[in-house]
């Protein structure tokens, strides 16, 4: 009698020889190797980690850069990656869908004074979908509108904190958006997106579904466009955030499944730089591809979970 096939358990060192490849021909848009590293058998918070890990050995984010990452998955009800998870980075435009819940927390306490009426709709709309920074301080205006002028973004940190104190844990509200959208100062950890992606969701939050259809609408983003190996059928929530620092995206994804059904994990992934980049442009461009090739391992390691059509 034959004995059977035993597979043993991938090492860290086989492991680390598997991603050798990514340097060798290349990391920027090596969705083969990372196609790879998504089929073996091991965690994906260590499949993430190992693969930021290689990008910092290749020269590709230096060391002034901090990451963090977040994956929660739905349907399992387990956190997937938290990398970095709990360390506050600067908010940019990522903090808008939370002025929109801190506005809908006051709009709940006091429908006439703080109206959701066709002005303030298209004030949300262009706040989220469009990232429109004038609008995201008309909220900030509005929801602190009983205190001076330069305690008003605290006044929407406290809101929010008030009635979702285990949400908005790491989350500092400190200013309005300065011209230019040089905001630096506002703070958030991927642990609160994710707590707040996680209640949106789960409808837990005043109006959580107006929210969402805010953050449904067609913009660009870094977790699908352009990102290899992420289906095209999938349906995405999400707000990015950017600033000379800080290159960020954090959504919900629903992938349909081969069986019909819908499947939904959290991505959260932030890039955060300590100096101005010299070209901020090419930066920009690439810490967001990198976003995306992280998005893509992800999918793919979902893909074969659930098993997703692609």
Known sequence: MSRAHIQLPLTRRRFMRLIAG????????????????????????????????????????????????????????????????????????????????????????????????????????????HSDNSAANFFINRIGRDFPVNQRPREVERVLKRHACGIFQQTSIVEFIPHGGRSYRNKASAHDYSRFLCAMCGNRLPYAGEIKHYMGLPNRDRIQDGAAGVSRNVRLYHKTGTTAHLCGDMGVLEAKGRNGRRYRYTFIGIIQKAARPGDYGFWMRDRGNVIREVSGLVYTFMRKRHNLVF
């Open 22 to 129: 990514t340097t060798a021909a290349g990391i920027m848009g090596n969705w083969p190797a990372l196609q790879s590293l998504a089929a073996e058998g091991i965690s994906l918070e260590y499949r993430v980690n190992a693969y930021i890990r290689k990008l910092r050995r290749a020269g590709r984010i230096p060391s002034d850069e901090q990451t963090a990452w977040s994956v929660y998955d739905f349907t399992t009800g387990h956190k997937l990656v938290s990398i970095n998870e709990d360390q506050p980075l600067q908010a940019a435009s990522m903090i808008k869908p939370f002025l929109a819940q801190a506005y809908f927390f006051r709009h709940r306490a006091n429908k006439h004074r703080y109206p959701y009426d066709k002005r303030v709709k298209l004030k949300m709309e262009s706040m989220i979908r």
